[in-house]
């Protein structure tokens, strides 16, 4: 059984929950270096399955679950260590002390609970356990029932659930490229890409990355040269947003500009949508505005605070990275908010409009860090559904967590911080 895969399948979603789980079946341990909710979903249960469904597969296999609780995933400390042992966990100390790993918690399978002496005990009835439930847990399959494969064919998907569907002959196969062809030619036709453009660019925009080729419904095709240095200064900009990198972008977008009209589905923004982006203000300055525009609404369950007005910000570049994500851009608060006695974490929102480019799907794509000159053959996925903003021209409204808006209004009813959250 692997454990990591199977949260994945159940778990798809990174805008709804992120983890990082280790199996190490020679140890016969798990590692669960973390994981969080997204704080406009919290407080709906997602958090306590994802944990019930670990310690019943680790149960099932007899596995040891390790931990260190950590804020940096953006949970309050203390609650996560109150959070933890509702599922079995117990710190790492005392009695319980466990020399064979470092973490500061840690769950034996239900069958090898501790005792009040530190002791491991035998408790066969346990829930979660594979020999008490007769469950499985396995991905594809109906739990109790198996699917042959049907004598008379193959399975094939896309078929009606039940009935197997003969191996199409040859001639079908033949005639449905054909037809395919001619669909792709008249795609091209429609699109009426000038030779100019085919001859800098070709007919897929960055084609020679499958997954951006797919999204454009075309075949791969080589990088051109010019490709080739656009995909470089996109991914410079991904990984390092500085200066230098932002002037290479600022070059960039007066040939992506021109190409939008020709490769809309890598090029285009979702226009209407929110963009969300996390930087820090001045205490002092953050003080004084609030003074004068105290007006909010409650959202994101009630652990964040959207004011009404518009906020005077001004991205400090001309090009910005900003995130269709409230989720992700919650992680983001600027290399300003290092002196953090002086500046404070928010996020500010704005529509997504004609100052905007990329489709955030091709930005996740272009993010992966990969070896080689943008071979993609060595991925280590990143998603931060990224649009590149090229004016600093806009309006935008800020959002700030609870914890945050407690430092300048102490009697601010909220329970979820620690105390120095806000003094």
């Given amino acids: 059984m692997n454990i990591p895969e199977i949260l994945k399948q159940k778990y798809p979603n990174p805008k709804e929950i992120r983890f990082d789980v280790y199996q190490d079946d020679k140890r016969k341990s798990i590692f669960l270096s973390g994981f969080i909710v997204n704080p406009l979903l919290r407080g709906k249960g997602i958090g306590s399955g994802f944990m019930e469904d670990l310690t019943k597969m680790a149960d099932e296999l007899g596995y040891k679950i390790t931990l260190t609780p950590d804020s940096s995933y953006g949970g309050n400390l203390n609650r996560l260590k109150d959070f933890y042992p509702r599922f079995g966990f117990v710190f790492n100390k005392g009695n319980n002390r466990d020399f064979s790993h470092k973490e500061d918690m840690y769950r034996l399978p239900k069958e090898q609970e501790i005792n009040e002496e530190g002791e491991s005990t035998s408790s066969g009835s346990s829930t979660g356990n594979s020999k008490a439930t007769g469950k499985k847990w396995e991905t594809g399959v ?102 230098s990198s932002a002037s290479k972008v600022i070059s960039t977008l007066d040939d992506l500009l021109k190409l939008k009209k020709y490769f809309p589905e890598v090029l285009n923004p979702p226009y209407g949508e929110t963009a969300y982006r996390g930087t820090s203000i001045n205490i002092r300055e953050l003080n004084r505005w609030i003074k004068e525009n105290p007006s909010f609404d409650v959202v994101g369950g009630g652990n964040y605070l959207k004011f009404r007005n518009p906020y005077p910000y001004r991205p400090r570049r001309d090009v910005s990275s900003w995130t269709t994500s409230m989720y992700y851009s919650t992680s983001f608060r600027g290399r300003e908010f290092e002196d953090f006695k002086t500046n404070v974490g928010v996020v500010f929102e704005t529509k997504i409009n004609d100052t905007f480019i990329m489709n955030p799907s091709v930005m996740n794509i272009i993010f992966k860090h990969t070896q080689g000159d943008l071979g993609y053959e060595q991925e280590a996925v990143r998603e931060e559904d990224e649009v590149i903003k090229f004016s600093p021209d806009g309006e935008y409204y800020m959002v700030m967590d609870a914890c945050t808006y407690k430092i300048f209004n102490p009697s601010y009813e909220y329970d979820g911080c620690d105390e120095e959250d806000y003094e």
């Fill in 142 to 243: 109906v739990r109790g029932k198996a699917n042959p494969i049907a004598n008379t064919g193959q399975w094939e998907s896309g078929l009606v659930r039940g009935k197997a569907n003969p191996v199409s002959t040859n001639e079908d196969v033949k005639l449905n490229e054909q037809v395919n062809r001619m669909r792709e030619m008249l795609n091209l036709s429609e699109k009426a890409i000038p030779q100019t453009i085919q001859k800098n660019v070709g007919n897929v925009l960055f084609g020679s990355n499958p997954k951006i080729a797919d999204i454009q419904q075309k075949e791969p095709e080589e990088n051109t040269p010019l490709e080739t240095q656009l995909l470089k200064n996109l991914k410079g900009w991904t990984q390092s947003s500085t200066d």
